[in-house]
């Protein structure tokens, strides 16, 4: 950490400073020295902090006009839609604002999982990350239950349901989360009260998780340790500050185009009608974020261990960096793990896929497949191909072999591929 | 003082305050878990009665009770054969129909599936009663599940035949 005895300029400033030392805080985040080769797989960090901010602002705003009860949430979501000024954009962007926050979070792990950043010394960031993942599925399958259609009521209805998988608590647990005998006034009551509050929890975490990263400083594509700071270094500001600005404009550009043009594309027709307890629609699916671990629950044919497998699926990636033995970061220098790893992105669409699909024959058997390969990717290929693999030579810092400068001569031939 | 461990007075005094203290947080925090249980008025919905006069043989109607759907069909005398001609030691949760269904011809049932919790839909499925769209349970003229994730049979509540025309559920 840079500048811990910065001085304010002001007397003013100074005085504060002395009191609240906030303007320390934030001569370290200007200064803050980053790894000068981060690429555009490294600015959705800037894009979740705003995904975040929206959705807390437009979250906010529907909450001054959305009704919790269950005889009324549907129709005053469509009162939201059609008679308060600008309800339909501002629904429409809180509704969308989750599948680009997920979106996001998923170009932002599987970064992760290219370049190792997962491992030593950066843990703890990891975990609470996995962590505020966990929170925004919570808060966004509640947020889905409140329109209170068809979907909301069904998915509510199956996800709480997992529960009752549990031996001998099953039955007291739903009950519990639903305060009745079935998914009902209470539950959607509870739900936004919870819907309300947990974004501001992740609002913490994420705190914690970038107060976490300012410790060993950021990871790189070439996953070395660097002096900080250094020739390897610039300052966070201008230089990621702008960078990440621009890396955001084009993401809006995305996001409009969802809000604009296709602002139901994601969603799904059956919850523009009303909760109705007595008929499930014929094809019930959550929301797109959550298919792949859908598609793990359905492969397994027994109950309990469906859902056991489902909680696994999300669990294994907690402990990913014990799992993972290799000393080396970047799969740019693990000729092997780079294969497995674009294997492994194909996998889970394919079980993202699989989810959309009726649970039956073809369908079924690929589901079964691809849930196992997800297994054994990270319970026993990870450990045993970090032991064995021959990876390539790490450079020493970022500079020299880019300035011809390396001791290493094979890595001037592949320059390109790290700058 | 002497080096050696011995309990004193002192840590008597930390173990009771601690085991105080968790007493206390605990009487604290019930209030907060146990809210969220089913309330008072919830409960309360615990009856309902329904008249199956109009019901012709082969047709069911599905009434709400405490929130579930709960189907009442009247079965039709192949059903009832179908359902009764079936050696139960096979079946995934072995029950006998007549255990399920006391009057024949009247089989009450909650409308639940016992997977996680969809509606099944009637005369459907590969034994001719109820499959459930969501993950492909099959259940048989008697309820009883026979193929799919879901682990035991539809739930028979408690009712009774108020009179020939009336069911009480619950
Ligand atoms: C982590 C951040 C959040 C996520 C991922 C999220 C996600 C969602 C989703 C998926 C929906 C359903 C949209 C639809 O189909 O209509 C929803 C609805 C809703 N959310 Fe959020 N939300 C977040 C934060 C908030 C906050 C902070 C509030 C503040 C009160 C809020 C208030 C609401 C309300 C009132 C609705 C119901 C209106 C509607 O359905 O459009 N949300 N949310
Ligand atoms: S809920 Fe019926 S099969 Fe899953």
């Not at chain 2, 008597?12 to 089913?38: C, E, H, K, R």
């Not at chain 2, 035991?152 to 009712?159: D, F, Q, R, T, V």
Request: charged share 15%; proline share 7%; hydrophobic share 45%.
């Amino acid at each position: 950490m840079s500048n811990h005895n910065y001085v304010p300029s002001s007397k003013l400033g100074k005085w504060f400073n002395d009191r609240l030392p906030l303007l320390t805080l934030s001569a370290h985040l200007k200064e803050y020295p980053t790894p000068k080769n981060l690429n555009y797989w490294w600015t959705f960090g800037g894009i979740l902090t705003f995904c975040l901010i929206t959705q807390i602002i437009t979250g906010v705003v529907l909450g001054m006009h959305y009704v919790a009860h269950a005889d009324f949430a549907f129709d005053s979501v469509e009162h939201i839609m059609r008679d308060v000024n600008y309800g339909w954009l501002i629904r429409y962007v809180h509704a969308n604002g989750a599948s680009m926050f997920f979106l996001a979070v998923y170009i932002h792990i599987f970064r992760a999982l290219y370049y190792g950043s997962y491992k030593s010394p950066r843990e703890v960031i990891w975990i609470i990350g996995m962590i505020i993942y966990l929170l925004m599925m919570m808060t966004a399958f509640m947020g889905y239950v409140l329109p209170w259609g068809q979907m909301s009521f069904w998915g509510a209805t199956v996800i709480t349901n997992l529960f009752s998988a549990i031996p001998f608590f099953g039955e007291g647990i739903t009950n519990w989360l639903w305060g009745g005998y079935a998914v009902d006034k209470p539950t959607l009551t509870r739900f936004f009260s919870l819907h309300y509050l947990l974004p501001f929890l992740i609002l913490g975490l994420v705190i914690l998780h970038i107060w976490a990263l300012h410790v060993p400083g950021n990871n790189n594509p070439i996953g070395i340790e660097l002096k900080k700071p250094s020739k390897d270094t610039v300052p966070f500001h201008p230089y990621i500050v702008i960078k990440d600005l621009f890396a955001l404009l084009l993401f809006l550009i995305v996001f409009a185009f969802f809000v604009f043009y296709s602002p139901n594309i994601l969603g799904h027709s059956d919850n523009y009608i009303e909760a109705n307890p007595m008929v499930t629609p014929a094809h019930i699916v959550p929301e797109w974020y959550l298919l792949p671990f859908y598609a793990i629950l359905r492969s397994v044919p027994d109950k309990l261990l469906g859902v056991v497998a489902m909680f696994a699926s999300i669990f294994i990636l907690v402990v990913l960096p014990w799992l993972d033995t290799s000393k080396i970061r970047s799969a740019i220098f693990r000729p092997i793990y780079k294969q497995l790893y674009w294997i492994l992105v194909l996998d889970v669409i394919i079980l993202g896929y699989m989810g959309a699909m009726p649970a039956e024959g073809t369908y079924l058997l690929i589901a079964r497949a691809a849930t196992a390969y997800y297994f054994i990717h990270f319970l026993i290929i990870l450990p045993i191909l970090g032991k064995k693999e021959k990876t390539l030579p790490v450079p020493p810092n970022i500079t020299d072999p880019v300035l011809g400068g390396s001791s290493n001569p094979q890595m001037v031939k592949k320059k390109e591929k790290y700058i | 003082m002497s080096d050696e461990k011995k309990v004193q007075r002192r840590d008597f005094i930390f173990t009771a305050s601690y085991a105080l203290g968790a007493v206390g947080v605990g009487a604290a925090v019930w209030p907060l878990i146990d809210q969220m249980n089913p309330d008072r008025s919830v409960k309360a919905l615990a009856s309902t009665e329904v008249d199956i006069s109009s019901l012709e043989p082969g047709k069911s109607i599905t009434v709400l009770w405490r929130g579930k759907p709960v189907f009442i069909k009247r079965r039709t005398p192949e059903e009832i054969a179908e359902a009764r001609d079936v050696s139960v030691e096979n079946l995934p949760h072995p029950e006998k129909d007549e255990d399920r269904a006391k009057n024949p011809e009247w089989l009450v049932m909650l409308g639940i599936c016992t997977h996680l919790g969809c509606v099944p839909l009637g005369d459907k499925g590969e034994y001719n009663g109820w499959f459930c769209p969501c993950h492909g349970s099959h259940y048989d003229t008697s309820g009883r599940i026979r193929k799919g994730p879901a682990p035991k049979n539809l739930e028979i509540p408690k009712y009774e035949f108020v009179n020939s025309n009336t069911i009480k559920i619950g």
